[in-house]
């Protein structure tokens, strides 16, 4: 490995040590991971990319999301509230939105952006099973440096 590649997965660790707070004695377990190694070390889509997750379907939503709504979850797993729509977030909304954030997870654990099942649905069952109202998302990958919402 060259010396210039070296330098920088190190600083990639210690970027990854600090935002988590990790000691060296934690960093370290971490480092023997082999499945921590990678993305830390090997999958450039975490760097380059952030996922979207936009309402494709609402009916009678409490929280009152709606179709073209888009929220934006980095590359961590963590809502950028600055390019949410704004306003309440329904709890069944984020409950769905993880697994939909798992499967690019997984995409960006490949170097891709493909992902399979790219469409999630709310918890709620909707107003003809006894619930309140019901929202399906679809996830993709945008650029990092891509504004979604205005």
Not at 68 to 91: M, N, S, T
Not at 97 to 111: C, E, G, I, L
Request: proline share 5%; net charge neutral; hydrophobic share 35%.
């Amino acid at each position: 490995m060259g010396d210039g590649k070296s330098e920088k997965i190190e600083k990639r660790w210690r970027t990854f040590q600090k935002h988590l707070g990790c000691t060296d004695e934690e960093l370290a377990i971490h480092r023997a991971n082999p499945k921590h190694v990678k993305p830390v070390e090997n999958a450039p889509a975490f760097v380059k990319y952030k996922m979207v997750i936009e309402v494709i379907e609402s009916h009678h939503c409490g929280a009152g999301h709606k179709v073209g709504d888009k929220f934006v979850v980095d590359a961590g797993g963590c809502l950028v509230p600055d390019e949410c729509p704004p306003g309440r977030i329904c709890v069944s909304l984020i409950y769905a939105m993880k697994s939909a954030v798992d499967r690019m997870w997984q995409a960006f654990y490949n170097d891709s952006t493909d992902v399979f099942q790219d469409t999630v649905h709310c918890s709620d069952v909707g107003t003809d099973r006894g619930g309140w109202g019901e929202v399906t998302m679809r996830i993709r990958a945008v650029p990092k440096d891509e504004k979604v919402n205005p």
